[in-house]
């Protein structure tokens, strides 16, 4: 099975796992979304009628296949299983050759999508042994062999041909979206030698394909193998063995809209040949061209679509005085060719002071080898600004933009940054105002999975909902959101997109006695204003190869799938909140769930979208056997005021699946609070001692009654008695009580929480004095005394006493003992 698409799998990738405590359902008639982990084969021949296995899980309700593009019809069911679906299915001969994404539609849900390629000739299946030229399996020219390349395993395959006939390869390896397989091909004449190989492409990437004129007549081989011997089960290839010549780009590689162009195919070794081509009005911006003038290619060669004039370079251009002139106008397409090595191209244009450029070069993206380099230079010749990688996806391709410092002429240098040239080193280079553009598409709902909750499931008598983020570009106002298309029954809700929105929940709702069915459905957006001519468009990334973090092929779909489901066991419903959530206050969202019978399980619940201002956990979970959760919406106080509808999603395993359900709308207001304060001023007090904290008020709406204040942050061991104000009142007061067991240090981030009464029964809750401190300080010590107090305080040593005065005769007497 291909991680990529399997939810479950693509979490433990990124690293994380996530479990759902949810309670087995066990005897439940609700399926859940079905799994398509392949198809066999993986592709058919346009204009055929091709058997397709579809292997993956929860198939046993299965209904269709739903094909993201037209040219497809499914004849019949033919056999339906729990892990298998065999059907037979109709490819139309105007079928684009290429890649169609493909999901499985059952009663219960939309699977994620799988590639599903159209070729040009029938399939043939490689058939084992075949690991050696001895062993080569026979074919014939324009056929497309199916297969898969194990580990440091080689298929060869035994074609005859004749000296001056086309032998071209093409492979559908990483394209097909199983996984990283880089496959290498090659022809082989009898000796082994390699007469012309393939491994990667500028614009298939990974996949190859190579083209070679048989230079005898005899038997040559035709090798298939991962480039680094590599392979596994899921290593499928498509490989389509042909007569056509194989383009690698066209020149010039842009045109309008609508409009006859007149395009030369080059191939890798600089032959080409031409035709006028005739682009669609409703060609997307990377269109795919296919040659009409003779036997075209499996695959087109992109060309950018876009309504600016082409501007052809004349050579000599590789000097400013020599530059191409470039007509006067707000935008322009530069197109040329770096046509050898060390080759430089000027184009000369007149610019005004103050313009804002938008400079954007497409080299790889349309599959040249030019490694771009672009500058704007002055009269002079001097370098003004430029670059050399910023393309995005194909980031060798350069972008950016550049303000005109006076009038007069400037010039586009364009160039190879290795100094590289040749016959394909196509280029276009877009610049002027940048268009203006408006476009929605839902954020990754998970972590690296695109395409997990993209689909619109809606069950009978039940809603589905998701959010777009919305992306705009010179375009402003009121735009207005249309499905055309949607199943019989089903209808989008969402129908305003308000000018200052950057996204916005989309709800779609069908009634209980809508059938069964599915589409693809075109989201569009039109402005309220007639003048305004933008219309916005789905703009959908998927991942179609990736592991983990890395990304190594995606695409952008424009169409939403959609279906309408069996009901699912649950229901559910915001209640109606009783008063406003004011700026910088706080409100309990209650979520009510209504259960079938017998359905117990634990519901996920997401909450969609909430207006600038205002946050929440992104997801509560109802418990098994409960019936309600709530959300806590947070406003910060700049939050508008207005009314916001709000809707939640629920996600259940019935035991045999995933399934959804989303409420209705529901309107919450928010609406500018009652009082507010500024933090307190730092508070001190020791352990087991009391203070006080005191918060200024400002009323900024009265109210009726007496609100409760609270102080909120600190731990049980710190006793804060609540208190009452009014709207007269100018501050309000707090007794902090502590005690031994109060921890020493400052208590941060405390603010009060005020709960206004509302219609003398209800109260609204407010946040004031946030970012408030108490410091707790360790109970003081006693001070030692100062050492001068301490030697006051010690008694005093007796002073020797004063020498006795003696008389004469006493003298003379002690002087005689002495003698003796």
């Not at 069950?459 to 735009?479: E, H, Q, W």
């Not at 017998?598 to 418990?623: H, Q």
């Not at 209800?762 to 107090?789: M, Q, Y």
């Amino acid at each position: 099975m291909n991680k990529k698409f399997s939810h479950s799998t693509v979490r433990r990738l990124g690293g994380v796992v996530t479990l759902l405590a949810l309670t087995v359902l066990e005897s439940s008639g609700f399926a859940g979304y079905p799994v398509l982990s392949a198809t066999a084969p993986r592709g058919a021949q346009r204009g055929s009628e091709v058997k397709i296995k579809v292997t993956g899980d929860k198939l046993a309700d299965f209904q269709t296949l739903m094909f993201l593009s037209p040219g497809f019809t499914v004849k019949s069911v033919d056999k339906v299983e729990e892990k298998a679906v065999e059907c037979t299915v109709v490819v139309a001969p105007e079928a684009r050759t290429g890649n169609h994404l493909v999901r499985v539609v059952t009663k219960s849900g939309i699977s994620h999508g799988r590639q599903f390629f159209v070729g040009n000739y029938p399939n043939r299946d490689e058939v084992e042994p075949n690991n050696d030229l001895s062993l080569a399996q026979p074919i014939t020219i324009n056929q497309t062999l199916e297969g898969v390349i194990q580990s440091e395993d080689v298929d060869y395959f035994k074609v005859t041909a004749k000296k001056g006939q086309r032998l071209t390869l093409e492979a559908e390896g990483l394209r097909l979206g199983y996984g990283t397989f880089d496959p290498y091909v090659a022809i082989l004449d009898k000796d082994r030698f390699e007469k012309v190989s393939s491994d990667d492409t500028i614009l298939h990437r990974q996949d190859g394909y190579c083209s070679w004129t048989v230079d005898e007549d005899g038997e040559y081989f035709i090798m298939m193998r991962d480039s680094s011997y590599r392979g596994n089960g899921a290593a499928f290839y498509r490989l389509h063995v042909g007569g056509y010549r194989r383009p690698e780009v066209v020149y010039p590689a842009g045109g309008r809209p609508g409009q006859k162009t007149k395009v030369r195919f080059i191939e890798k070794d600089g032959s080409s040949f031409e035709e006028e081509s005739v682009i669609p009005a409703d060609a997307p911006e990377f269109h795919m061209l296919f040659a009409t003038s003779q036997e075209a290619a499996v695959s087109g060669n992109l060309f950018r679509v876009v309504d600016v004039e082409n501007t052809l370079e004349t050579e000599p251009n590789d000097a400013l005085a020599q530059a191409s002139a470039v007509s006067p106008g707000d935008r322009a397409a530069l197109n040329g060719i770096i046509e050898k090595a060390g080759d430089v191209d000027f184009f000369k244009l007149t610019l005004k002071k103050g313009q804002k450029l938008l400079v954007q070069g497409f080299g790889q993206a349309l599959g040249s080898p030019l490694d771009m380099v672009v500058n704007v230079q002055n009269a002079k010749g001097g370098n003004i600004t430029g670059n050399d990688d910023g393309g995005g996806t194909r980031r060798l391709d350069s972008r950016f933009s550049v303000d005109i410092p006076a009038d007069g002429d400037y010039y586009v240098r364009v160039a190879d940054h290795l100094e590289r040239g040749g016959a394909n080193f196509v280029y276009r280079v877009e610049l002027g105002t940048a268009p203006k553009e408006l476009y929605v598409s839902s954020p990754q709902f998970t972590i690296n999975d695109t395409h997990y909750r993209q689909f619109i499931a809606v069950p009978k008598g039940g809603r589905y909902a998701t959010l777009v983020n919305v992306t705009r570009a010179g375009v402003s106002g009121d735009f207005t959101f249309e499905a055309p298309g949607l199943p019989a029954g089903m209808k989008l809700l969402t129908d305003n997109l308000p000018k200052d929105y950057t996204s916005i929940p989309l709800l779609f709702e069908c009634t209980a006695d809508a059938a069964i069915g599915s589409a693809t459905v075109p989201l569009t957006l039109k402005s309220v204003d007639p003048a305004q001519n933008v219309v916005g468009r789905l703009r959908q990334p998927f991942d179609v190869v990736r592991e983990g973090n890395v990304i190594y092929l995606t695409e952008t779909h424009d169409k939403l799938p959609v279906a309408v489901v069996e009901e699912v066991p649950f229901s559910l419903e915001i209640q109606t909140p009783p008063v406003p959530l004011v700026a910088g206050g706080v409100m309990n969202l209650k979520v009510v769930a209504k259960r079938k019978e017998g359905f117990n399980a634990a519901i996920r619940l997401f909450m969609i979208w909430k207006p600038s201002g205002v946050s929440s956990l992104g997801e509560v979970t109802i418990p098994a056997d409960a019936n309600e959760a709530v959300f806590v919406l947070d406003a910060k106080k700049d939050v508008p005021a207005g009314k916001w509808k709000f809707t939640v999603m629920g996600e259940a395993d019935t035991g045999k699946g995933r399934v959804y359900n989303a409420s209705p709308f529901h309107e919450v207001e928010t609406a500018p609070a009652y009082v507010t304060a500024p933090a307190m001023s730092l508070a001190v007090v020791e352990q087991g001692k009391e203070t006080t904290m005191v918060a200024k008020l400002e009323t900024l709406k009265p109210f009726e009654g007496e609100a409760v204040a609270q102080v909120v942050g600190v731990p049980d061991t710190i006793v804060i008695e609540p208190n009452k104000i009014t709207k007269d009142s100018k501050e309000v007061t707090f007794q902090v009580k502590t005690t031994a067991k109060s921890p020493v240090g400052k208590q941060a981030n405390l603010f009060v929480s005020v709960e206004i009464p509302v219609n003398g029964s209800t109260t609204t809750t407010h946040r004031i004095a946030v970012g408030s401190t108490l410091r707790i300080d360790a109970v003081r010590k006693a001070a030692p005394a100062a050492p001068e107090k301490i030697a006051a305080a010690k008694p005093k040593e007796a002073a020797p006493a004063a020498p006795k005065v003696l008389s004469r005769l006493e003298q003379l007497r002690q002087e005689a003992a002495a003698a003796k």
